[in-house]
């Protein structure tokens, strides 16, 4: 008689997930519903160029495998203690992302929505370097009415960046094996940087041309 393989912790893990799976997409629903809610009054006076678009994901099984592994010492687990694993430990099962453009109503959403979610932590992305100021805004939390277990993430970023984060996403961030030394090497990471400098750079200069021709018009 063939004895059973033993599972991994792996194993464990994706088994959770798909226990997890009704709560993380009720929580998905939820915060992006609340966030619409929420940013109505500026979405219904926001001029023809602007654009606040809200968008929600829900982390894939693998994903939240390795984005679990990734926060282990040595980026590995510990085969003889799977109990100290659990996915609920990640913050973003389920997230929002809040698009805006221009920039300069990321602040009025961001204390818009700080009204709304008060006590969610705030987490943000910092720029490249020290004195940058960060990339986004994002807070992680939970609907204990909806789960107990599951945590909300969203964000808040200007609408060329978070686009730009779409594509960086499988290119850069997650990688195929094959591409992963394409991905971390230094040329890349520099070339990346300069992107997010030249697309703030974009809407700095479209802000500042915009206010100087309603200025020139209040002026007539």
């Known amino acids: 008689?063939?004895?059973?393989?033993?599972?991994?912790?792996?194993?464990?893990?994706?088994?959770?997930?798909?226990?997890?799976?009704?709560?993380?997409?009720?929580?998905?629903?939820?915060?992006?519903?609340?966030?619409?809610?929420?940013?109505?009054?500026?979405?219904?006076?926001?001029?023809?160029?602007?654009?606040?678009?809200?968008?929600?994901?829900?982390?894939?099984?693998?994903?939240?495998?390795?984005?679990?592994?990734?926060?282990q010492e040595g980026s590995a687990f510990n085969s003889d203690r799977p109990q100290d694993y659990t996915l609920t430990q990640l913050k973003d099962l389920a997230g929002v992302r809040v698009l805006v453009f221009p920039p300069s109503r990321l602040t009025e959403i961001d204390g818009m929505l700080r009204k709304q979610f008060g006590v969610w932590?705030?987490?943000?992305?910092?720029?490249?370097?020290a004195n940058d100021k960060p990339l986004a805004y994002k807070y992680y939390g939970r609907f204990e009415e909806t789960s107990v277990n599951v945590?909300?993430?969203?964000?808040?970023v200007s609408m060329l960046i978070g686009r730009f984060w779409e594509v960086e996403h499988s290119a850069i961030y997650k990688p195929t094996p094959r591409f992963k030394p394409v991905a971390r090497s230094l040329a890349m990471k520099e070339r990346s940087k300069e992107v997010l400098q030249a697309l703030g750079a974009f809407e700095e200069q479209f802000e500042e041309l915009r206010l100087k021709r309603i200025q020139d018009e209040e002026a007539r």
Do not use: N, W
């Not at 932590?121 to 370097?129: E, H, K, L, N, S």
């Open 121 to 129: 932590v705030a987490d943000p992305v910092p720029g490249y370097d």
């Open 151 to 156: 945590s909300g993430e969203y964000q808040i």
């Open 1 to 71: 008689m063939s004895l059973q393989p033993e599972r991994t912790v792996e194993d464990r893990l994706r088994e959770e997930y798909f226990e997890l799976l009704p709560d993380i997409r009720r929580v998905a629903v939820q915060l992006e519903a609340e966030i619409k809610y929420g940013l109505l009054s500026i979405s219904l006076r926001l001029e023809e160029h602007e654009q606040v678009v809200v968008t929600s994901r829900i982390k894939e099984c693998e994903s939240a495998v390795e984005a679990l592994r990734r926060r």
